[in-house]
């Protein structure tokens, strides 16, 4: 279910690069999502490296498996939150 979750959001991503029309409220909460989303594969590839000793592909099922986690939890809500009050002011 993570996977697909991760695959569909993937899916959106490739489809707004190619939108030239103006964006729609998902739309801006998803752009406004990719730096983040950067920083925390950045960052996970760097734990993980850690723990195995070795450099981590930024493709690895375990990257991918925790990034979701972190995505579809805490940090997605978050990330929704501060933009919407950005919108409201």
């Avoid at 409220?25 to 920083?39: N, V, Y």
Wanted: aromatic residues 6%; proline residues 4%.
């Amino acid at each position: 279910m993570r996977r697909n979750n991760l695959l569909a959001f993937k899916a959106k991503l490739r489809f707004l690069k190619g939108l030239d029309q103006e964006m729609s409220p998902e739309s801006e909460f998803i752009q406004a999502e990719i730096p983040e989303i950067e920083r925390i594969v950045r960052n996970e590839c760097w734990l993980e490296g850690e723990r195995r000793g070795c450099p981590v592909d930024r493709h690895d099922p375990a990257i991918r498996e925790r990034v979701a986690d972190i995505i579809l939890t805490t940090v997605g809500a978050k990330l929704r939150r501060e933009i919407k009050l950005r919108r409201d002011y």
